[in-house]
């Protein structure tokens, strides 16, 4: 039984669109048109196995799972609390102590919850959203800057991520507290696609560093550079994280690298136009097989808001 509640509201609708599901059927049937319950059952049995050892290793099962956690960011607290937006659909897992945490003044919004997806255990999940005003939010970072520091030696973050996290984080670390005092064999799982991946990339390391707090793994979608070489590789060390891209997206080109000191944190994971399988890069954060072979005028925001051929954003609720 699913008990939560919700603060802030999106609007969207569904995305018919089964994705990841379809090739699991071609791959995983014969003949290709089996019955549906088969290649589901087939399916989950495949995620839970790949839930259970996600962070001994990249699986494009268990990424596909957190995606859906990260996608369901975007959606209302109604359909949160219901667990009935699309993306919480396609997730296939049973929800409980759900709350949801927004700031209007930075924009920030993120939901924590106790979540077991079907046939595998429990974890505590944290989920960051993305930003509202994308084309705006683009523009802007193209002139970022690294102006704050962390823990870490050398190590600089741009502020407005700072600020983000810090208008959640006095609501957000103490639920993750209770959380793990309730349920203490449940390992945290940190998420969220755009604005939501940088929040995501820096709050895992706020938590397992300076909190004390581990973090299992962090699943990022789209994200941009959160800060410098340093702190990149100090947020690689904290815990085990995957920084998903797709294609052309814009966004992981974002802030500029070479002028303004920021350098992604590995490991990439990239998925080519229409793949359903992912390419787990070099580790360098920066690899030119990946994301970054394609350069400008040739970015993409639908890239950005199309992962596992799904609408994700608010249109995707």
């Known amino acids: 039984m699913l008990r939560g509640r919700g603060y802030q509201t999106c609007g969207g ?4 669109r089964a ?8 791959e995983n049937s014969h003949p290709p048109k089996a019955v549906e319950g088969e290649w589901k059952v087939a399916f989950m049995l495949l995620l839970a196995h790949a839930l259970a050892s996600a962070v001994a290793g990249f699986s494009d099962a268990a990424n596909y799972f957190h995606y859906h956690m990260a996608s369901a960011s975007y959606c209302s607290s109604a359909s949160l609390n219901a667990w009935n937006c699309a993306p919480c659909a396609r997730a296939d897992a049973s929800i409980d102590s759900l709350r949801v945490f927004s700031n209007s003044s930075t924009g920030g919004r993120a939901f924590t919850a106790l979540v077991t997806p079907r046939g595998g255990d429990a974890y505590i999940a944290l989920s960051f959203r993305g930003t509202e005003g994308l084309e705006n939010w683009i523009n802007n970072l193209k002139f970022l800057k690294t102006d704050r520091t962390m823990s870490c030696k050398d190590c600089k973050v741009h502020s407005g991520f ?3 996290w810090s208008s959640l984080a006095g609501h957000v670390v103490p639920e993750l507290k209770q959380l793990r005092s309730a349920h203490p064999s449940a390992p945290l799982v940190v998420v969220g696609h755009s604005l939501g991946g940088a929040i995501a990339t820096l709050s895992s ?9 581990p973090v299992e793994a962090v699943y990022t979608y789209g994200s941009p550079r959160v ?3 340093e702190f990149a590789a100090a947020e ?15 966004v992981p080109h974002l802030p500029p690298e070479t002028l303004l000191g920021f350098h992604h944190t590995a490991t990439e994971v990239f998925y080519n136009d229409g793949g359903l399988k992912g390419k787990e890069c070099d580790g360098s954060g920066e690899d030119d097989s990946c994301s970054r072979q394609y350069v400008a005028p040739f970015w993409s925001v639908h890239d950005h808001l199309h992962y596992f051929n799904e609408t994700t954003g608010e249109d995707g609720c």
């Open 227 to 229: 800060g410098n070489k």
């Open 13 to 16: 609708r569904k995305d018919g």
């Open 236 to 250: 690689t060390r904290s815990s085990s994280s995957w920084r998903v891209t797709h294609h052309r997206d814009i």
């Open 162 to 164: 700072v600020d983000v």
């Open 205 to 213: 390391y706020v938590l397992a560093v300076d909190l004390g707090i």
């Open 19 to 26: 994705g990841i599901a379809d090739e699991l059927r071609a």
